[in-house]
């Protein structure tokens, strides 16, 4: 039965089932949990620590339809919420996966072709500077609209926002491990190593050009 299970979650159906349902969970306890959970008036996002977590783990295009189902789902639950803050979930995480996701394997072999030591950061290290750059961005998008609406800015605003980034980042260091072991997310330190061990064995064109 274990087996059976197990067999099940590395299928393609079983992982995208999965996925599903964890990035639903995470919405359920960001709206029904999480308001409880304030420092300073300021409640952490599980919907950031989610997508950077699938920007990371799973790339740009299952993060962009994750942010894109958050949105929608928003506007469906809160009409009242402003269509612009609706709109940078799916946006922001493309930014995100452009900085952050896995390069591919045809762009590594293409820098090494060109004598410049590259590869994939850590996944452990990626996911919560990610999750900082994207509520950091978030906020400063969302400070931006209140200014063009009229509200003066002061140090509150800057205050809280400012706050709601670090408290995202270090919910997100907490809770990427069971996160990533619920998504079959694993840190397979022997590849790395042999990605290393690949690396410094290219050998490198005198002058820097081929």
Same mark, same amino acid.
């Given at each position: 039965?274990?087996?059976?299970?197990?067999?099940?979650?590395?299928?393609?159906?079983?992982?995208?089932?999965?996925?599903?349902?964890?990035?639903?969970?995470?919405?359920?306890?960001?709206?029904?949990?999480?308001?409880?959970?304030?420092?300073?008036?300021?409640?952490?996002?599980?919907?950031?620590?989610?997508?950077?977590?699938?920007?990371?783990?799973?790339?740009?295009?299952?993060?962009?339809?994750?942010?894109?189902?958050?949105?929608?789902?928003?506007?469906?639950?809160?009409?009242?919420?402003?269509? &612009?803050?609706?709109?940078?979930?799916?946006?922001?995480?493309?930014?995100?996966?452009?900085?952050?996701?896995?390069?591919?394997?045809?762009?590594?072999?293409?820098?090494?072709?060109?004598?410049?030591?590259?590869?994939?950061?850590?996944?452990?290290?990626?996911?919560? &500077?990610?999750?900082? &750059?994207?509520?950091?961005?978030?906020?400063?998008?969302?400070?931006?609209?209140?200014?063009?609406?009229?509200?003066?800015?002061?140090?509150?605003?800057?205050?809280?926002?400012?706050?709601?980034?670090?408290?995202?980042?270090?919910?997100?260091?907490?809770?990427?491990?069971?996160?990533?072991?619920?998504?079959?997310?694993?840190?397979?330190?022997?590849?790395?190593?042999q990605a290393v061990k690949y690396?410094?064995?290219?050998?490198?064109?005198?002058?820097?050009?081929?």
């Amino acid at each position: 039965m274990r087996e059976t299970m197990h067999r099940f979650a590395r299928s393609f159906v079983g992982r995208n089932l999965i996925m599903t349902a964890v990035c639903a969970l995470a919405y359920l306890l960001q709206v029904s949990v999480m308001p409880y959970i304030s420092i300073g008036g300021v409640t952490p996002s599980l919907l950031w620590i989610m997508l950077a977590i699938m920007v990371v783990g799973f790339g740009k295009n299952r993060s962009f339809w994750c942010g894109a189902m958050y949105g929608i789902v928003l506007q469906s639950v809160m009409p009242t919420t402003s269509i &612009v803050s609706l709109m940078m979930y799916p946006l922001i995480t493309i930014v995100a996966g452009l900085l952050f996701a896995d390069k591919s394997h045809q762009q590594l072999e293409q820098r090494r072709a060109q004598g410049r030591s590259d590869r994939n950061a850590s996944p452990l290290l990626r996911t919560p &500077v990610c999750c900082a &750059v994207m509520t950091f961005l978030y906020n400063v998008v969302n400070i931006s609209y209140i200014y063009l609406r009229g509200t003066d800015v002061t140090g509150d605003h800057l205050m809280r926002g400012l706050l709601h980034m670090v408290l995202t980042t270090l919910l997100c260091l907490l809770l990427m491990f069971p996160i990533r072991y619920l998504l079959g997310l694993r840190y397979n330190r022997l590849e790395r190593k042999q990605a290393v061990k690949y690396e410094n064995a290219v050998p490198k064109p005198k002058g820097g050009r081929i």
